[in-house]
């Protein structure tokens, strides 16, 4: 159950499994104006292209984040990652994002993208600190749910080990 499993800062990174939907649904729905629901993160987490993430943090060792990537040959994508608003600033994010790197290296990943909000400062942040750089724009591709759109930012790292 605990294949990948990373130890380090009171805290442990390891390989989600399917039993992790539930709790991967609900940690995207309360970062997200669209959360994807459990079934959707079901067939996510038992795709074979698909390499995820989560990390168990507090007394209830619970799921408090999550990063999932699409992989395609010798590239992958980040779908999602999502840290629960209450163990945010504690550097999960940094932490989870760089053993999920470490591990799509290890698969022979040598280029990892994303898109973000451009507005999103402390995801960007983040990306920019893991050694990101935009490549590209997508002009008014979110929608808020005031109607409002926002830019997508088009990030990739090539350093992932």
Not at 39 to 46: G, K, M, N, W, Y
Not at 79 to 98: F, M
Request: glycine share 10%; net charge negative.
């Amino acid at each position: 159950m605990l294949a990948g499993l990373f130890s380090g800062g009171g805290r442990d990174i390891r390989l989600a499994e399917a039993e992790d939907a539930a709790s991967c649904a609900m940690l995207h729905g309360q970062a997200f104006a669209r959360g994807w629901s459990e079934h959707e993160f079901e067939s996510f987490l038992t795709d074979d292209a698909v390499l995820a993430h989560v990390v168990i943090a507090g007394r209830q060792e619970r799921v408090a984040g999550f990063v999932l990537s699409r992989l395609a040959l010798d590239e992958a994508e980040i779908l999602s990652i999502a840290v629960d608003a209450a163990s945010r600033g504690r550097g999960l994010a940094k932490d989870l994002l760089a053993r999920h790197k470490t591990a799509l290296a290890a698969r022979g990943i040598h280029r990892l993208c994303l898109e973000v909000e451009a507005g999103n400062q402390p995801a960007r942040a983040l990306y920019d600190r893991a050694g990101f750089v935009q490549v590209g724009r997508r002009w008014a591709y979110y929608q808020h749910a005031d109607g409002a759109r926002a830019d997508a930012l088009v990030l990739c790292c090539e350093r992932l080990a």
